[in-house]
């Protein structure tokens, strides 16, 4: 009994002061969180580019200033560059991604999938994909050219096999970590081999297809300017190599801006995608 | 009535060797009847149960259920998994209704019988929940009512109950008792503890490993005392029920070191 009396004493005494809570050290990051430091690092990046250039260390041709690059923006925003306002290049360069996108899922992941299940489909395709995946785009652009002219059909089917690859690889490794008793048990529930493909098989690869769809988007902002090195008069790639050419280094920065900007909100889309999709994820 | 005849799984070892993981098992499972397979690892008891399930096809003899041969899985058979096999996707009412699903019956009618099953086994309050929010043992209640909608002739459970701590498995196994006998479906059910197996069943059958076949076979009331009297503890405790707990554990010992000595 006074053990009891005790305790309450205890715990009384303790809503009276906040206790001090503890816990085991995580190995690694775990899940703290890492926002606030990254945003710090932001603005010393910002802070030492604007204090080099204002100390003079760099020419201003090579770096130009954070204002600069800032007003350059607006000039670039009003009047547009090489010969088209910024939502021209904008837009050209975001229908090239999205169309070559729209190609590369679609072929990837039937592709993708008819890969995991089916081993002439697995034999086959491999070898070609095996072979083209690791080259860097730059390397078959010329190719491209010469195979497809110098028109739109080259620039996105660049893009598209840029893409494609990713897709397809993650489609199929979505269909391999199908654990077998899941397929048993909606067989033994009745599953004909169409159910067991629609009900079972796709949604279980679909968190690894929207990896890998994050990943292929990343890839073609990555190709884009490649892309657009080939007879474009629009586009953001375009816009950047054009400004080289004339050491309008500030251009250059809006560009890069641009497409970093262009490149976070795609994966940042992506994500939601996943989060309403795929809520499991991780939890189970 | 389930009924294995002579049954023979051979395997080929990835070394080349025949390894007879079930050699002319025979096994009759009568209507209502609580037919439990205890061996150690690699007794053939899941082999058996994927067999009777239609996971794999037999080198030699027959399965029939109601006379009818057994030649790949359906929903004739209901599977209850050791890993839980619930999709993540699907929140539980509708994990439950995956049989109905596929069986082409109506949503509104699919959803009114799992909402049944789901009262049975103790998680009417959890329709709408994800697998990823229950525990363990929630989890299994899941896979229990999925298995029974699509109201098989028999109940196939392999190691339900193995990977829950102590305490809740004998829960579930208090459960199961009360759904077996409210729904009245055969059950074959495949474990490694010999006191659940006792408790279960209205048969135990005893394997023994290489090659995998029934050595013994026990026929037992307790359940059925279980069911009258409801008090597990009282069971498990009586002299009766240690007596033959000791004397199958004597059995699978035995089996084991004749196996040892044999290597």
Redesign the interface.
């Known amino acids: 009994m006074s053990e009891v009396l005790h305790a309450a004493a205890v715990s009384a005494d303790a809503s009276r002061i906040a206790p001090k809570t503890v816990r085991m050290k995580s190995f690694g990051v775990g899940s703290k969180p890492t926002l606030l430091i990254s945003l710090a690092t932001a603005a010393a990046l910002i802070a030492l580019w604007w204090g080099i250039t204002e100390l003079a260390v760099v020419p201003r041709l090579f770096l130009p200033t954070p204002g600069e690059v800032l007003t350059q923006f607006n000039i670039v925003l009003r009047e547009g560059y090489a010969g088209a306002f910024l939502g021209e290049h904008l837009s050209a360069s975001l229908f090239r991604i999205v169309l070559a996108a729209v190609i590369a899922i679609s072929l990837g992941i039937p592709l993708g999938l008819l890969m995991g299940l089916n081993r002439w489909a697995k034999g086959i395709l491999d070898t070609p994909i095996e072979f083209y995946w690791p080259l860097p785009p730059l390397s078959y652009l010329p190719l491209m050219i010469i195979w497809l002219g110098i028109g739109e059909t080259s620039k996105i089917t660049l893009l598209v096999l840029a893409m494609f690859a990713p897709i397809c690889l993650s489609a199929q490794a979505g269909v391999r970590s199908l654990?077998i008793?899941?397929v048993?048990?909606?067989?033994?529930?009745?599953?004909?081999r169409f159910?067991l493909f629609l009900?079972?098989v796709l949604?279980t690869a679909?968190p690894e297809i929207l990896t890998g769809i994050r990943i292929a988007l990343g890839v073609g902002w990555s190709t884009l300017v490649a892309a657009e090195l080939i007879a474009s008069n629009r586009g953001i790639g375009y816009m950047i190599m054009s400004a080289s050419q004339f050491l309008a280094t500030d251009v250059v920065f809006v560009g890069i801006a641009i497409i970093a900007a262009c490149a976070f909100a795609f994966g940042a889309a992506v994500r939601l995608f996943e989060r309403a999709l795929?809520?499991?994820k991780g939890?189970? | 009535m389930l009924k294995v005849d002579h049954a023979s799984v051979h395997f080929e070892a990835d070394d080349g060797r025949i390894v007879h993981a079930l050699d002319r098992v025979s096994l009759d499972i009568p209507d209502n009847g609580f037919v439990v397979a205890l061996g150690a690892s690699g007794c053939g008891k899941s082999t058996l149960l994927n067999a009777i399930a239609g996971f794999l096809p037999l080198s030699d003899g027959v399965i029939t259920l109601n006379g009818k041969s057994v030649v790949g899985p359906g929903a004739d058979r209901g599977v209850v998994f050791q890993k839980d096999t619930l999709l993540p996707w699907k929140n539980v009412i509708d994990n439950v209704a995956l049989g109905l699903k596929f069986a082409g019956i109506p949503k509104l009618e699919q959803h009114r019988r799992s909402a049944e099953l789901l009262k049975l086994v103790g998680l009417a309050d959890f329709a709408n929940a994800f697998p990823y929010e229950l525990s363990g043992g929630m989890r299994q209640r899941v896979g229990i009512a999925r298995a029974l909608a699509t109201e098989p002739d028999i109940l196939l459970m392999d190691e339900p109950f193995g990977a829950l701590d102590s305490l809740t498995r004998e829960q579930m196994q208090e459960l199961l008792v009360s759904v077996w006998k409210k729904t009245g479906k055969r059950v074959f059910f495949i474990t490694h503890s010999v006191e659940e197996a006792l408790f279960l069943g209205t048969q135990v059958i005893v394997m023994s490993p290489r090659p995998g076949r029934i050595v013994a076979r026990f026929d037992l009331d307790f359940v059925n005392r279980f069911a009258e009297s409801n008090d597990a503890r009282e069971i498990k405790a009586s002299p009766e029920f240690t007596n033959l707990r000791e004397e199958i554990r004597a059995l699978l010992h035995g089996a084991h070191d004749i196996r040892s000595a044999a290597e």
């Open positions: 654990p008793e899941r048993n048990a909606a067989r033994s529930l009745g599953a004909s159910r009900n079972i949604p679909l795929v809520p499991w939890k189970s």
